[in-house]
């Protein structure tokens, strides 16, 4: 059974950095797409960042130069380093991922950006 588990939210100060971490179990091998979503109250689920597995990377135009996704196949891993926070960053952040079949969640991390 797939399983991803994030790790890395808290709660940071406006301008501080953060960066998440999810790592796939159960798979046979590396997912063609990794990325992350997030969610505020109230709000839809929306996309942040995607990462193939050739590298190509997509931003979230609120997030670009700031944000950055990378992943590591060998460890079934994705990550978000997350820099110059602002709160509208502020959400639960989803990992995803998609081989080719249904794409897989995880149960999210939260992420609060407030002085």
């Known amino acids: 059974q797939v399983q991803l588990v994030e790790s890395g939210g808290g709660l940071v100060q406006p301008g501080g950095s953060l960066k998440l971490s999810c790592v796939a179990s159960?798979?046979?091998?590396?997912?063609?797409?990794m990325a992350w979503f997030r969610q505020s109250p109230g709000k839809q689920r929306d996309l942040v960042a995607s990462?193939?597995?050739?590298?190509?990377?997509v931003y979230t135009d609120s997030v670009k130069g700031r944000f950055t996704i990378s992943r590591t196949d060998a460890e079934n891993a994705v990550y978000l380093q997350m820099n110059s926070l602002k709160p509208e960053d502020t959400a639960v952040y989803y990992c995803?991922?998609?081989?080719?079949?249904?794409?897989?969640w995880g149960r999210g991390t939260q992420v609060t950006v407030s002085s």
């Open positions: 990462i193939t597995i050739g590298g190509r990377t």
């Open positions: 995803n991922a998609f081989g080719g079949g249904s794409p897989y």
């Open positions: 159960g798979v046979l091998g590396p997912f063609y797409t």
